[in-house]
Every structure is written in C-alpha cells, then in structure tokens.
C-alpha cells in the first residue's frame, strides 16, 4: 500500500471536485469540503475524506437532495428553525447560523433546531464557528440505536453526540469539547470496517454479546 501526504488545501479542492461531480451545487460542495479539510487538519479522520465517496453515493443514489435549498424562520424571539428539505446539514446550519450570532448576541441567549438534514459530520466543525464569533456554542444531535445497555445484546441508546465551544481572546476558540456517549465514535468503526481493518477490544459487541 502506498501513501500520499497532501496539504489540507489539496484535500479540501480534491473533495470539492469529487462532490461536484457527484451533482452537488457549488457552494454546497465548498461547504462540505471546508468541513472535510477540518476534519482530517484536526486528525478525525472519520469524517475527512472517509466520509466523501459516501456523500457522493448518496447524492447519486438520491438519499440526499443535490437540489435542496435550506429555509431558515424565526418562530420565537430566541429560537431559529432551518428546514435542510432533505438537503445536506452543513449549508443548512450555515443559513442558520447567518440568523443565530446576530440573535444571540441580541437577546443574550439563542437556539437552532435543523430538521430535514443530512449527517453533520463533527459537531466541534459547527460549535467551534460560533465560539470563533465571540459565543459558547453547544450542539446536540440525535443517533439510530447502536449501543446495548450493560449486560445487553441489542442495540437500545444512540450514540447521542453533543460538543461545547468556548470563546477565547480576538476570535480564537479556548477550549472545544466533542464526544458521543459510546466508548467511540460510530463513525470510526465504520471507517475500519471499510477499510477491512480490526478495532480494539472493548469497542463494540458480536450478535452473540461478546
């Protein structure tokens, strides 16, 4: 097997071209792309270029809308919903995200609920913005059942990511947090599971409970 070092440019415009061929919009596959340089600058490679040849499939194949435009309201004085309308989740909390810093700092407190939306990728990518903007940013989203309780054999919690942002001096981010509620991140399984990889014991269970 032979290895390729690019910079993290490099790796933003080679995921950038491959989600426009795949029929994404422009700015959408900039959005992504910037996302996918993050992850891999940040040593997450779960959500780095792993995750590209699976939005490329799924925007082949339909499961994401290439079309879709996000609808941003305001339904409460400190809340903003953005309807993704089956469309990735990164340009939906991006419109999002244009409405909630100016609102948080307005009313002192603001939330943002997206529905309708793709995966996220790494929730610290989105937190981390709204710390750089002078704010603590939390972020929670939900998961499919893929944790068994102690003792059990199927599936029963999700693993529930959530990840916190904390402000620090002229734009920079002091501390960021980001951790799902299982031992490891769903995603890295998969990504080794992809690759034919084993992964260390302890990190998830066999049908038989093992």
Known sequence: MTTQTMSLAEIEALARDAL???GSQD???RLLARAVAAAEGDGTASHGLAYVPIYCEHLRCGKVDCKAVPEVSQP????VTVDAH??????????GFKRLVPLAREQ?????????????GALAYHTEQLAAAGLLGL??????????????????FGTNPFAIAVPGPAGSVRISIDQSASI??????MMRGREG?????GWALMKTGG
């Open 20 to 22: 426009r061929a795949a």
């Open 27 to 29: 700015v959408v596959a």
């Open 76 to 79: 409460r004085p400190s809340l």
């Open 86 to 95: 089956c469309g990735f989740a990164h340009p939906a909390i991006h419109a």
């Open 108 to 120: 002192g407190i603001a939330a943002m609920a997206v529905r309708n939306s793709y995966n996220c």
């Open 139 to 156: 972020g929670f989203t939900h998961a499919p059942a893929s944790i068994a309780p102690a003792g059990g054999r199927r599936p029963l």
């Open 184 to 189: 490891v991140a769903r995603s890295e399984i």
């Open 197 to 201: 990889r084993p992964i260390p014991e």
